[in-house]
């Protein structure tokens, strides 16, 4: 790979070599199921032994029906630690609940948030630790938390000179590039890499664009140690359906898919849903004139607690009526939506109630500014043309699958 001449990467060169010449072509999707990173044993298990071994998990951590730390401890490996994400070891946690400190009631061992005031490792907490293992579901949104929480842990083991070992998973939405790119002066936990919203990217992919790419901070010169096992039977075409949800509020495929259009709402007046019984497929707000489709969002425990417009009827658009097959295939994020939505607002309160939230959600204050000014869905598209082409080209570096056609 480019640009990583102080990095140490190990990765299973045979699947490497496999896709070498075929990253800019258009290939059928693999007949054959997708195999995780974490389900080719072979491939990291003689990285681990011998070693006190941190896993960052949560309920999508799993080789088949067993979580993998389960499954490493029956391997003999020395599991001393697990690191908890936001959401929870077991995923119970809903968005931005504070994930608390404990103990793993089925394995004893010692549970470390990284969400909350510890989103890093500190050097206490990997002290005892030779190697730490990343393997969490991701959904392929730059504001989805759980590449921040990689981030960090990268970040951290290289301050400390420990390995990293990242254990693929495919992304549901790698079969496209949008969005606006981060600009850095709106970098935040829910977005922290000059990346877009969707980036087309699995786990492992991004892990060496962030080494290799130098966003992790240098300490003293030393070098990140990472190891990435890539999926067999994966690229960029796949239509991949998870197995397990992986968050409480991303519930069925068709939220997966809609997740890259609908959160930025989460800035604005709109609810996206959240206490109900379709989270993130479902859109409006009190008086909305867009739509005829009426929902009441509640307290859900654990799911969501005091969600937007908690008790008040919403009227807007069921988008869980969408095909799900139009969904899977779609290449682009319905800035319509927004703009429609925008429109039809004439409440008292800001349609963008939490404008600096939105801006970090988008990476910029352009397409709030953009939306304000009464700008169409095609202008704003327009506005990230240039910056998604620069970053396409950064990215093909960094590809471990064949690519879809762009």
């Not at 992304?171 to 977005?191: C, E, M, R, T, W």
């Not at 910029?364 to 598209?381: C, F």
Request: net charge negative; hydrophobic share 40%.
């Amino acid at each position: 790979m480019m640009n990583m001449k102080s990095i140490c990467f190990h990765v299973s060169m045979y699947l490497l070599l496999s896709c070498h010449g075929q990253q800019h072509t258009t290939v059928d999707t693999p007949s054959a199921a997708p195999i995780t990173g974490a389900e080719q044993t072979e491939l990291y298990l003689p990285l681990l032994q011998g070693k006190r071994v941190a896993v960052v998990a949560n309920q999508t951590t799993t080789i088949g029906a067993t979580h993998l730390v389960d499954s490493l401890i029956a391997r003999g490996i020395r599991v001393v630690k697990v690191f908890a994400p936001e959401h929870g070891f077991r995923g119970e946690a809903g968005a931005g609940e504070h994930i608390a400190d404990g103990k793993d009631a089925k394995t004893g061992l010692p549970l470390v948030s990284l969400y909350g005031k510890n989103k890093k490792p500190s050097p206490q907490m990997i002290e005892d630790v030779d190697a730490i293992v990343f393997d969490i579901q991701d959904v392929g949104a730059r504001f989805y938390t759980y590449i921040s929480t990689m981030h960090y842990v990268i970040e951290a083991a290289a301050e400390k000179r420990i390995e990293v070992v990242i254990l693929d998973r495919p992304n549901p939405n790698g079969h496209y590039i949008d969005g606006p790119v981060l600009d850095l002066a709106y970098k935040s936990f829910v977005g922290m890499h000059p990346i877009p919203i969707v980036h087309g990217l699995t786990v492992g992919e991004l892990a060496q664009m962030i080494v290799g790419e130098h966003w992790i901070e240098a300490f003293n010169g030393q070098e990140a140690m990472l190891h990435v096992i890539p999926c067999k039977h994966y690229d960029h075409t796949t239509r991949y359906h998870l197995p397990i949800r992986p968050s409480p509020n991303l519930a069925t495929q068709r939220a997966i898919y809609l997740y890259p259009s609908l959160c930025w709402f989460e800035g604005t007046i709109v609810s996206v849903g959240r206490g109900t019984a379709a989270p993130f497929e479902i859109i409006g707000f009190p008086g909305n004139t867009v739509g005829d489709f009426h929902f009441t969002p509640k307290d859900i425990p654990q799911v969501a607690m005091d969600p937007p417009h908690e008790g008040v009827e919403c009227t807007g658009l069921n988008l869980s009526l969408m095909p799900l097959e139009e969904l899977a295939y779609a290449d682009s994020i319905r800035v319509d939506w927004l703009v429609e939505l925008h429109r039809s607002y004439s409440g008292q309160k800001p349609f963008f109630q939490s404008p600096d939230f939105f801006d970090k959600l988008c990476g910029t204050d352009r397409i709030r500014k953009m939306v304000e000014e009464g700008a169409s869905a095609e202008a704003i598209r327009k506005s990230w043309a240039d910056e998604l082409h620069a970053y396409k080209v950064m990215r093909a570096k960094y590809l471990l699958y064949a690519d879809f056609e762009q």
